[in-house]
């Protein structure tokens, strides 16, 4: 099992730039696939981008691709989100997802493990 935990969020004006990180402890991290999704005011929560064990292989939502960058450090144990450009719209609880095995699609389900969320607001 593997605990994740976030930080980084906070405040930020429009166009600006945010990082987020992922802490994980317990397991062995590059042994897990991981994620970040996001849940903004009266919304469902959506996929924001992946990566895979060693980081070669990523993936990007439509609405984030060309301004967010998702990354990890192994040895560090960490994942992170590099926000920029952000609009009000990213306004969100920014969550760290893991699992294990190659997860199947964008489906926030795929993933077994989940940080309690970071908080990310972005004013016009």
């Known amino acids: 099992q593997v605990q994740l935990v976030e930080s980084g969020g906070g405040l930020v004006h429009a166009g600006g730039s945010l990082r987020l990180s992922c802490a994980a402890a317990g397991r062995t991290f590059s042994a897990y696939w991981a994620a970040w999704f996001r849940q903004g005011p009266g919304k469902e929560r959506e996929f924001v981008a992946t990566?895979?064990?060693?980081?070669?292989?990523?993936d990007y939502a439509d609405s984030v691709k060309g301004r967010f960058a998702i990354s990890r450090d192994n040895a560090e144990n960490t994942v992170y989100l590099q926000m920029n450009s952000v609009k009000p719209e990213d306004t969100a609880v920014y969550y760290c997802?893991?699992?294990?095995?190659?997860?199947?699609?964008?489906?926030?389900?795929?993933?077994?493990?989940w940080g309690q969320g970071t908080q990310v607001t972005v004013s016009s």
């Open positions: 990566i895979s064990w060693t980081g070669e292989s990523t």
């Open positions: 997802a893991a699992v294990r095995t190659r997860p199947v699609g964008r489906r926030e389900h795929s993933y077994d493990y």
